[in-house]
T-cell receptor, first 113, second 115 residues
Framework: GDSVTQMEGPVTLSEEAFLTINCTYT??????LFWYVQYPGEGLQLLLK?????DKGSNKGFEATYRKETTSFHLEKGSVQVSDSAVYFC????????????FGAGTRLFVKA | DSGVTQTPKHLITATGQRVTLRCSPR?????VYWYQQSLDQGLQFLIQ???????AKGNILERFSAQQFPDLHSELNLSSLELGDSALYFC??????????????FGPGTRLTVT
């Protein structure tokens, strides 16, 4: 079945460091891919999305590119801030079959000043 | 503000009791999802409705049930509550059930504490 695998956390970085959170997926067909972020005490919010191969989603300095050949959608940011401390969830949403959205387990990011 | 509302915000109840959580989706969204989030289990998908009909089931216990009403609001019923049911329960909504316009908008959650 469809699945999403994220790197395990927590990830701890110093302010202004480069961030990569790995995400790979298995799916039937060509799903849309999403990154969601959950700040402490809040619900999840959509951070960015990509709907087809080679699409790049970007928002708030974060980027992720839909790589069909490696079935990956890694999240990157060039310079993290303390305010980026949160849990990040990768998700895929198929447009065939069961039309399900599958979430990864989440990766907690701590950014130190 | 995502446009998704959930009530109540907090709920404290005793083991063996029954509670109902309520969710109103964003205007125009036909699909509603329920999730359970606990510290040790992460985000667990429970159930999904689309325009009043059940579309997908996840790890939902038999003690739990849900429905989506004609006005598209949804309720999650939890019965015979156990200590392990203490968690954050999120509702989310989306326009479509899959594909490019299926991004979900999450409510603020209901924190359930079973004592």
């Amino acid at each position: 079945g469809d699945s999403v695998t994220q790197m395990e956390g927590p990830v701890t970085l110093s302010e202004e460091a480069f961030l990569t959170i790995n995400c790979t997926y298995t799916a039937t067909g060509y799903p849309s891919l999403f990154w969601y972020v959950q700040y402490p005490g809040e619900g999840l919010q959509l951070l960015l999305k990509a709907t087809k191969a080679d699409d790049k989603g970007s928002n708030k300095g974060f980027e992720a590119t839909y790589r069909k050949e490696t079935t990956s959608f890694h999240l990157e940011k060039g310079s993290v801030q303390v305010s980026d401390s949160a849990v990040y969830f990768c998700a895929s949403s198929g447009n065939t079959g069961g039309f399900k959205t599958i979430f990864g387990a989440g990766t907690r990011l701590f950014v130190k000043a | 503000d995502s446009g998704v509302t959930q009530t109540p915000k907090h709920l404290i109840t005793a083991t063996g009791q029954r509670v109902t959580l309520r969710c109103s989706p964003r205007s125009g969204d036909l699909s509603v999802y329920w999730y359970q989030q606990s510290l040790d289990q992460g985000l667990q998908f429970l159930i999904q409705y689309y325009n009043g009909e059940e579309r997908a089931k996840g790890n939902i216990l038999e003690r739990f049930s849900a429905q989506q009403f004609p006005d598209l609001h949804s309720e999650l019923n939890l019965s015979s509550l156990e200590l392990g049911d203490s968690a954050l329960y999120f509702c989310a909504s989306s326009v479509a059930v899959g594909g490019a316009i299926s991004e979900q908008y999450f409510g603020p959650g209901t924190r359930l504490t079973v004592t």
